[in-house]
Each structure stands twice: as C-alpha cells, then as structure tokens.
C-alpha cells in the first residue's frame, strides 16, 4: 500500500505563486508515474502535470510555462511550482502515483485559492 500527503495549498492572490508537495510513503516501486491532477466546483477532475521516475514531464496546455513538475526520488516527493497564479486555477489539486504493476494510488487532496 502507498500513501501521499500533499501540502502546501492556501490562498493567494492572481499573478503569485505557490509550490505543492506530495510525499509518499509505503511500498514504492522505483519505476512509477507521479501526477498531479485538479478538481474545481462542477467541474471534471483534469489532469494538469506528470513526471516519470526519470524526469520526463508533461503539461496541461492550461498551465505550460506557468507550473513546473519536479520529483525528488530519493525522498519519494513530487512538487508543482505554481507561478503566474489565475483565478481559474483554483481547485482541489491532487496527487497520483501510478506503478509499474498500474496500482493506482491518491492523495486526500489540498485546496488552492486564487483571488483575483
């Protein structure tokens, strides 16, 4: 079993920057895929970034050259540097973990709030 805890979310106001963090913890395959992914009010849950485990990135159009996916292997924790804030980036953003044998794994998920 894996867990992931993210932190890091809050409320900030448009144009500023936050950074997220999703540490995992329990039986890790070295090789997996990390993801965040966001859910807003009467919205779809979508997928924003993803990282492999070695280092191959992938971005929602949305947020291309505004947030940057970056993993630290060693201590089993994926980032989202959130810069350039929108309003329409608030939402509850989740971490995943899917693992070579394609268990699926989630976080509890933390609410960012952009003000504009």
């Known amino acids: 079993q894996v867990q992931l805890v993210e932190s890091g979310g809050g409320l900030v106001q448009a144009g500023g920057s936050l950074r997220l963090s999703c540490a995992a913890s329990?039986?890790?395959?070295?090789?997996?895929?990390m993801k965040w992914y966001r859910q807003a009010p009467g919205k779809q849950r979508e997928l924003v970034a993803s990282?492999?485990?070695?280092?191959?990135?992938n971005y929602a159009d949305s947020v291309k050259g505004r947030f940057t996916i970056s993993r630290d292997n060693a201590k089993n924790t994926v980032y989202l540097q959130m810069n350039s804030l929108k309003y329409e980036d608030t939402a509850v953003y989740y971490c995943?973990?899917?693992?070579?044998?394609?268990?699926?794994?989630w976080g509890q998920g933390t609410q960012v709030t952009v003000s504009s």
């Open positions: 329990g039986r890790i395959f070295s090789t997996n895929v």
């Open positions: 990282i492999t485990s070695n280092g191959w990135t």
């Open positions: 995943n973990m899917v693992n070579i044998w394609s268990e699926d794994y």
